[in-house]
């Protein structure tokens, strides 16, 4: 591993910055009253954070996944939620940037990376989840368009987003007959279905997209037909390290509370944080995160380089930062004694929110899974 570059340690100091300022503030309370913040989501937009990944001259910032993967972390300080978010929406936006044509990118790229047009990703189904080749939505062809019906599940920011990334089944079984669409909010035949009761990231929407008979043009197939399977996993490689990275942010918040709490708290006539035992609890914290930003950083300078290895690399770096992240989470929530169970201490809210970063992006068993095909050989 290298240092970081005088470029990466500003990318990560301005987005922590933008992060204290814009999303620590106003976390608890997005998180309360269930509020999406289009608003501050285009701030984001403004200093490049939507379209991190995009080519600059689609009007994207042009980063490297190394330096993604500190923008992210940076990001998930202020709020694990939104910061996620942002790292889905940069996901469908490289997508579309790498495999997308010219006419394409020139359509959807710009108010992707403006966030005027806000992305969702679109392969789970309500019984298709880790068995993603098994997805049953259908696209059949119609003369010159394409018809869809089918139902995708756990979609975040389903409804506010505009621009809707969609695996659809064009072909026989399995993932050779999948195909990558680009739909619209307001395609007819497109609805949602109720926003999903959830244990954390209540900062954004969950909610299923349903699509009845919806119309598309030949010019919404992204990529070749039943190439869609293929863009999906290429997609969610970069979308591991991401999300990834928003839980190392999130965790690295709650060591950083943890350890301003334990200086200030007083018990049996001293500091917490004078206390020996207390301070091998940080230490090990610290360096499980630390082990874990290392690991993340390796994988995404393989994907960087097109290393063969960067798939199994990227599964290690997301269930190894995913599972740390939320025990070093959970861990300060324990440290914090009672307070920590308290809304308005924000502890709380980080281990609902990492919680589901061993789920989603494939589970975590399915990264172990990846890992274990690269070892065995094994299809």
């Given at each position: 591993m290298h240092d970081l570059t005088e470029d990466q340690l500003a990318i990560a100091a301005t987005t922590r910055a933008f992060a204290r300022e814009h999303l620590a503030p106003n976390a608890v309370a997005w998180d309360q009253a269930k509020h999406f913040p289009v608003d501050v989501l285009r701030k984001a937009a403004d200093v490049g954070?939507?379209?991190?990944?995009?080519?600059?001259?689609?009007?994207?910032?042009?980063l490297t996944r190394a330096d993604g993967v500190?923008?992210?972390?940076?990001?998930?300080?202020?709020?694990?939620?939104?910061?996620?978010?942002?790292?889905?929406?940069?996901?469908?936006a490289w997508m579309i940037d790498r495999y997308g044509d010219d006419a394409q990118r020139a359509r959807w790229l710009p108010g992707l990376s403006a966030m005027a047009t806000p992305a969702s990703y679109c392969l789970t189904e309500p019984g298709a989840g880790s068995d993603a080749a098994a997805l049953t939505t259908r696209a059949r062809r119609d003369g010159d368009h394409w018809v869809l019906d089918g139902v995708k599940q756990f979609i975040?920011?389903?409804?506010?987003s505009r621009v809707y990334l969609v695996m659809a089944r064009t072909g026989g079984p399995g993932a050779g007959g999948v195909s990558a669409f680009v739909v619209e909010r307001d395609d007819a035949g497109v609805s949602f279905g109720p926003d999903e009761k959830k244990m954390g990231w209540n900062a954004q929407p969950t909610r299923q997209v349903r699509l009845d008979g919806v119309r598309l043009p030949a010019d919404r197939l992204l990529g070749a037909e039943g190439e869609g399977f293929r863009i999906a996993m290429n997609g969610l490689n970069g979308g591991r390290l991401g999300i990834a990275a928003c839980s190392l942010g999130g965790a690295q918040d709650a060591l950083e509370r943890a350890t301003r709490y334990?200086?200030?708290?007083?018990?049996?006539?001293?500091?917490?944080?004078?206390?020996?035992a207390l301070q091998f609890r940080l230490a090990d914290m610290a360096t499980e995160l630390e082990a874990a930003r290392s690991l993340l950083w390796r994988a995404a300078s393989a994907l960087d380089r097109g290393d063969p290895r960067a798939?199994?690399?990227?599964?290690?770096a997301k269930r190894h930062a995913t599972d740390t992240g939320f025990e070093v989470a959970n861990q300060?929530?324990?440290?914090?004694?009672?307070?920590?169970?308290?809304?308005?201490?924000?502890?709380?809210?980080?281990?609902?929110?990492?919680?589901?970063?061993?789920?989603?992006?494939?589970?975590?068993e399915i990264m172990r899974v990846?890992?274990?095909r690269g070892l065995t050989g094994a299809a």
């Open positions: 954070l939507a379209g991190v990944y995009v080519r600059e001259e689609s009007g994207g910032s042009g500190l923008v992210f972390e940076a990001l998930a300080t202020g709020c694990p939620s939104i910061a996620a978010y942002l790292s889905i929406h940069n996901m469908v975040s920011g389903a409804g506010a334990l200086a200030d708290r007083e018990a049996f006539g001293a500091r917490l944080l004078h206390a020996q798939p199994e690399l990227c599964a290690m300060a929530l324990q440290l914090h004694g009672g307070y920590g169970y308290l809304a308005e201490y924000g502890i709380e809210k980080i281990v609902r929110d990492l919680r589901v970063h061993q789920i989603l992006e494939g589970t975590n990846i890992v274990a």
